[in-house]
Antibody, heavy 122, light 108 residues
């Protein structure tokens, strides 16, 4: 079964850091681009960023709202995706989803995890 | 950045009737558009990609159409499990990947 499972969410103070993980199974993780998408309480979906696959040198892209504060990485040997979040702000409070990109040439997200909740509050 | 605008914000339809949801892009995205369904407390689920191709396991009552800047998601005969929030997403010109603000489909 194709599956993504996020972990690492929790309560953190403004200015703090948190590292989210996403464990993948049931597919060849190394072949795929991977995204992080977040959803603030009661709001819509916001793309956070992505990592390309090895064939595309693992390069990353970020939304303007998180660039310079968040870092996406992956470990293909562990079938895992990560999101390092630094200098957290209250507006980063959200459910964070990892998602598999269906194809390197068509950036739709065909598999999603159930999400992990990040709360930034003092 | 391409802005995606969905309408209406909320759509009230009776079970068994047809629902038509719209998505407009601020500039052409060709056919590089996806639709997602999200139920309360759940992750989004891919319904449609390439503007009109159903994802694996998606019932035939869901159909997508359009190209360029105007897109439509049609649900031909609403079932109880179809009441949810629907999002469109463009992937023609990125970063950033952008989503519409969502349409809430509710029971009339």
């Amino acid at each position: 079964e194709v599956q993504l499972v996020e972990s690492g969410g929790g309560l953190v103070q403004p200015g703090g850091s948190l590292r989210l993980s996403c464990a993948a199974s049931g597919f060849t993780f190394s072949d795929h681009y991977m995204d992080w998408v977040r959803q603030a309480p009661g709001k819509g979906l916001e793309w956070v960023g992505l990592t390309r696959n090895k064939a595309n040198t693992y390069t990353t892209e970020y939304a303007a709202s998180v660039k310079g504060r968040f870092t996406i990485s992956r470990d293909d040997s562990k079938n895992s995706l990560y999101l390092q979040m630094n200098s957290l702000k209250t507006e980063d409070t959200a459910v964070y989803y990892c998602a598999r990109v269906g194809s390197s040439s068509s950036h739709y997200m065909d598999v999603w995890g159930k999400g992990t909740t990040v709360t930034v509050s003092s | 950045e391409i802005v995606m605008t969905q309408s209406p914000a909320t759509l009230s339809v009776s079970p068994g009737e047809r629902a038509t949801l719209s998505c407009r892009a601020s500039q052409s995205v060709s056919s590089n558009l996806a639709w997602y369904q999200q139920k309360p407390g759940q992750a989004p689920r891919l319904l449609i990609y390439g503007a009109s191709t159903r994802a694996t396991g998606i019932p035939a009552r869901f159909s997508g159409s359009g190209s360029g800047t105007e897109f439509t998601l049609t649900i031909s005969s609403l079932q109880s499990e179809d009441f949810a929030v629907y999002y469109c997403q463009q992937y023609d010109n990125w970063p950033p990947i952008t989503f519409g603000q969502g349409t809430r489909l509710e029971i009339k």
